[in-house]
């Protein structure tokens, strides 16, 4: 099955036709024929919960461009997208980018890092995202600014994009597999997670001194935070039971509220998972990777190695930790909460719903419509179940056109606090807010996840929108990109 087989959303001229192919797809999404416009509009409303206040509906996720310096600066390419960021006219900026406590804990060599040696290079991001938004919006009321603060862990590249150095929590009996690691390949210790701890504090801190509004303390994606609410087969305090699966969170927010008492704090987590994927062997050809399909886990059952999995058959969902965490974050104090799944390492499908796949990924193994279905289905569900929680949605991009009505519809029947958007923030940051406010929806800077977002940074590029963004298609990068796609 290639991405031809599903209707491309590029190709639905009007949200009638939309709706039929939801319904066609026998799905549930939410969806308004006609946009509310003005100060009647759901995605006007501002939110308020304890001492949060945010001025709409409208959100910006952490949208990482592997454009920083070697130090762990931001550079121009950094600037423009944070600039981008504020001509949104989000209310909500979750996190700006993930940004690594430390060297080793870097992502890729060009990540941004908290440290002292970047302090004053990371208030230039923080400062012209407010400009911007003040030119957008004409005020600063509402707005609210978050830093994601990470640890790799098992995906940490700090020297070299193709050079792995994964700092990992347990053995993953495929994950292991496709980094090559061998069966005695160090864990971290726990005095090591501790000095990981400390980093957070101190990056916490300095980021409530830069004038940043929250953390968010990162748990999605395969990275650190997200391996250790799957750390069943870790022994010690930071394994094993779902007290202790939790602590590093706990410890994390405990000691950064002793040194920035005022700060707030969000979690971004993959609220599910499943087994990973691979291409079907079988409909590969030609370099082309055939359709994902779940790798073999007949002798892995029961699968003690995911969160939001059902141990007896990890291609299903199974909320009950995940509502036990969310729990936790209410014990917490902790009101902004940010859904997504998986990890894009090895399901890419259910958190980035696409036709076209990354350059290490393969093809739709359904309809990314499903994929946005199950994103906004959990979510909903999630949210009925903790309404004084802030809940933001992802997975909005895919719906391209129809993103705007998609997003209206949820935050006015309640599925969704706010809509966030992030591969369409890269090319037309500003659709929810000139659908809003009436302004022409310029349609061809939408988003048709053609996946070079990705496909870039898997070659040691910066992230970017290189098919609709001039800039980078135009750039030395657009070259480079072109001639790594060419290559088999």
């Known amino acids: 099955m290639s991405a031809r087989s599903f209707l491309r959303l590029g190709s639905v001229k009007n949200v009638e036709h939309f709706l039929e192919h939801v319904r066609a797809r026998g799905v549930t999404i939410p969806c308004d024929q006609e946009i509310v416009r003005g100060a009647e509009s759901p995605l006007l409303v ?78 230039g991001p923080r400062r012209v995202l407010s400009e911007e938004h003040q030119k957008t919006t004409g005020s600063q009321n509402g707005l609210l600014i978050g830093l994601q603060l990470t640890h790799s862990g098992r995906y940490c590249r700090p020297n070299a994009h193709d050079r792995p150095e994964p700092r990992i929590l347990y053995h993953h009996p495929i994950l292991d597999r496709r980094l090559g690691l061998p069966g005695d390949y160090p864990l971290l210790e726990d005095t090591e997670i501790e000095a990981i701890i400390e980093d957070f504090h101190r990056a916490g801190k300095m980021a409530w001194e830069l004038g940043f509004d929250f953390v968010d303390i990162k748990h999605c994606h395969g990275y650190l935070g997200h391996e250790f609410l799957s750390a069943h087969t870790r022994e010690g305090k930071y394994g094993g039971s779902f007290e202790n699966r939790t602590r590093f969170l706990r410890e994390v927010v405990e000691g950064i509220r002793s040194a920035a008492p005022k700060i707030q704090f969000g979690v971004r987590f993959s609220a599910f998972d499943s087994i990973p994927f691979r291409p079907d062997p079988q409909q590969s050809a030609n370099g082309t990777p055939g359709p994902g399909i779940p790798e073999p886990f007949g002798d892995l059952i029961p699968y003690r190695w995911g969160f939001g999995v059902n141990p007896s058959d990890p291609t299903q969902i199974d909320l009950k930790e995940p509502t036990r965490f969310l729990s936790l974050l209410e014990e917490l104090e902790i009101r902004l909460v940010n859904v997504t799944a998986g990890s894009p390492y090895y399901n890419p499908h259910i958190q980035r719903p696409a036709i076209y796949p990354p350059s290490d990924g393969y093809q739709p193994p359904e309809d990314p419509l499903n994929g946005v279905a199950k994103l906004m289905g959990v979510t909903r569900q999630l949210k009925e179940q903790f309404p004084n929680l802030i809940f933001v949605g992802s997975g909005y991009s895919y719906l391209q056109d129809f993103a705007p009505h998609v997003a209206q519809a949820a935050v006015r029947e309640g599925w969704v606090d706010a809509v966030g958007l992030g591969r369409m923030i890269l090319t037309y940051p500003e659709l929810l807010w000139d659908a809003s406010h009436g302004n022409a929806i310029q349609h061809k800077r939408i988003c048709r996840t053609f996946s070079d977002c990705t496909t870039a940074p898997r070659n040691g590029l910066p992230s970017g929108c290189y098919p609709l963004d001039r800039y980078y298609k135009l750039s030395p990068f657009g070259a480079q990109l072109k001639a790594a796609k060419a290559r088999p």
């Open 46 to 123: 501002p939110l308020s919960r304890g001492r949060i206040r945010i001025g709409n509906r409208i959100a910006v996720q952490p949208m990482e461009g592997w454009d920083g310096t070697r130090d762990g600066n931001p550079s121009e390419l950094t600037i423009r997208r944070w600039r981008r960021f504020g001509c949104s006219g989000a209310k909500l900026i979750w996190g700006g980018e993930a940004v690594a406590v430390s060297h080793e804990g870097r992502a890729n060599p060009k990540q941004l890092v908290i440290a002292a040696n970047t302090r004053e290079g990371l208030a």
